[in-house]
């Protein structure tokens, strides 16, 4: 199984999101093609209703503990409640450039 697939049955399992994109963003970095490193993750969950932006980051951080003390490099985390993102009309930021792109 490839770590994105890995991370997508993780959260849909542990937040049962309404939403969620997992998008691997390894060749936008300087790494290897084919690598599993620099994930962007976009997740409605009912959970996050109450909790603060930290508090959420800290409920994703803990499900994927196991991936970021090996595999993951980087993970940019876009979390939302229902209402929140109906007010971003579906729609998470673009993360921005990195220098260097797929290693050659």
């Known amino acids: 199984m490839t770590i994105q697939a890995t991370i997508e049955d993780k959260l849909a399992v542990a937040l049962d999101p309404k939403h969620l994109e997992v998008v691997n963003e390894s060749g936008n970095h300087h790494v290897p093609k084919g690598s599993e490193s620099h994930f962007k993750v976009v997740l409605v969950a009912e959970m996050f209703e109450g ?5 959420r980051h800290k409920s994703v951080n803990k499900i994927l503990e196991e991936e970021l003390a090996g595999p993951i490099h980087a993970l940019a985390l876009h979390t939302y409640t229902e209402s929140e993102w109906r007010d971003r009309n579906g729609d998470a930021p673009m993360s921005p450039p990195c220098r260097g792109g797929s290693a050659t």
């Not at 909790?51 to 508090?55: D, R, V």
């Open 51 to 55: 909790e603060g932006l930290l508090a």
